[in-house]
């Protein structure tokens, strides 16, 4: 079946530093990956998507490549703020189905 | 206003009672989720619908009924409340489109005792 795999957390930076989240999937099919933001208290809200191989989702200064070869999707952004700390979920869903499967979620904590 | 809403965003109860978390949309999708979620284990599916009247079960169903009162209104139940419930509960919609995003609500964080 369909999965997604994400580093563990927590990971914990200085502010301005490069952060890289990883996330790999195995799917049947050709699927749909997404990032998630999950801030305190609050639900997840849609950081970037992308549809096809080698599309490249950005917002708000993070980025990711759907890399079909390697079946990744990483998480990067060049200067992270403290504001960034939260919790970030990898998904993916395929065309026909109902189903998004989520990965585990990884805490970054940014330190001033 | 938020495009999905849940109520109440907590609550804490005792075993055995009967507790219903509620979901209302604005964003006129079709699709319709409730999930829980708890520590290390991500995002589980509880029950999903595609329209009023098609209702399925997700992977943990077990002590969770639902009822889609309307296209925009989607209610999770626990008849019986145990405490292994205790969680964080999140509905979420979708269009009936492949491969769109899904749209959250805030959460429910439910206690029970």
């Known amino acids: 079946g369909n999965s997604v795999t994400q580093m563990e957390g927590p990971v914990t930076l200085s502010e301005e530093a490069f952060l890289t989240i990883n996330c790999t999937y195995t799917?049947?099919?050709?699927?749909?990956l997404f990032w998630y933001v999950q801030y305190p208290g609050e639900g997840l809200q849609l950081l970037l998507k992308?549809?096809?191989?080698?599309d490249k989702g950005s917002n708000k200064g993070f980025e990711a490549t759907y890399r079909k070869e390697t079946t990744s999707f990483h998480l990067e952004k060049g200067s992270v703020q403290v504001s960034d700390s939260a919790v970030y979920f990898c998904?993916?869903?395929?065309?026909?189905?109902?189903?998004?499967?989520f990965g585990t979620g990884t805490r970054l904590k940014v330190l001033a | 206003d938020a495009d999905v809403t849940q109520t109440p965003r907590n609550r804490i109860t005792k075993t055995g009672k009967r507790i219903m978390l509620e979901c209302s949309q604005t964003?006129?999708?079709?699709?319709m989720y409730w999930y829980r979620q708890d520590p290390g284990l991500g995002l589980r599916l509880i029950y999903y619908?595609?329209?009023?009247?098609?209702?399925n079960k997700g992977e943990i169903s077990d002590g969770y009924s639902v009822s889609r009162q309307a296209q925009a209104k989607f209610s999770l139940s626990l008849e019986s409340a145990i405490p292994n419930q205790t969680a964080l509960y999140f509905c979420?919609?979708?269009?009936?489109?492949?491969?769109?995003?899904?749209?959250f609500g805030d959460g429910t964080r439910l206690s029970i005792l």
């Open positions: 992308a549809t096809k191989a080698d």
């Open positions: 799917a049947t099919g050709y699927p749909s």
């Open positions: 979420a919609t979708s269009p009936g489109i492949s491969n769109q995003p899904q749209h």
């Open positions: 998904a993916l869903t395929t065309s026909g189905t109902y189903k998004y499967i």
């Open positions: 619908s595609f329209d009023v009247k098609d209702i």
């Open positions: 964003k006129g999708h079709d699709r």
